[in-house]
């Protein structure tokens, strides 16, 4: 069974950083992607950033030149440092591992940019 644990969430002020992290535990079939999506309360999950086996990211552009995902591999973790947050950044963010066979989410980490 896949299971995601995401960590790192909290609250900072606006122009601060934060660092997310994912650990991912069980059996994964084949090359998988992982991703970051984040919901705020009242709108939909939206996709952030995702990175493949073979390192290619891409970023929405909301948090492109702010945010970096990487990846360790022999790790099994994922991270993604967030800099120049703003209160737009205010959202429950979430794990998310695409193998050949299924998705699996983590159950989130809140992330609150406030004063």
């Known amino acids: 069974q896949v299971q995601l644990v995401e960590s790192g969430g909290g609250l900072v002020q606006p122009g601060g950083s934060l660092r997310l992290s994912c650990a991912v535990s069980?059996?994964?079939?084949?090359?998988?992607?992982i991703g970051w999506y984040r919901q705020a309360p009242g709108n939909e999950r939206e996709w952030v950033a995702t990175i493949g086996s073979h390192g290619t990211i891409n970023y929405a552009h909301s948090v492109l030149g702010r945010f970096t995902i990487s990846r360790d591999n022999a790790k099994d973790t994922a991270d993604l440092q967030m800099n120049t947050l703003n209160p737009e950044d205010t959202a429950a963010y979430y794990c998310n591992v695409k193998d050949a066979r299924s998705s699996y989410w983590g159950p989130g980490t809140q992330v609150t940019v406030s004063f």
């Open positions: 069980g059996t994964l079939f084949g090359n998988y992607v």
